[in-house]
């Protein structure tokens, strides 16, 4: 449920500032929703890419290894 309220929070955020957003944008409009679709799948993607390496590495480690080293 947290996770919706910020998702509509970041999406409304990025309506209300179209008009400010809208001088760095280059032959695109402001209102294009490929363009927000775009950046979120973007961004989706550098998330799952930043939790993926560390989370194999941990992955990759005996735990029982692990576990005596503490």
Known sequence: MLVRRNGGIGALGAFAARRLLSGF???VSA???VTYLAIAAFVILVGTFACFIPARR????DPLAALRNE
């Open 58 to 61: 941990a992955a990759s480690i």
């Open 25 to 27: 944008l280059f032959g």
């Open 31 to 33: 209102d294009d929703p």
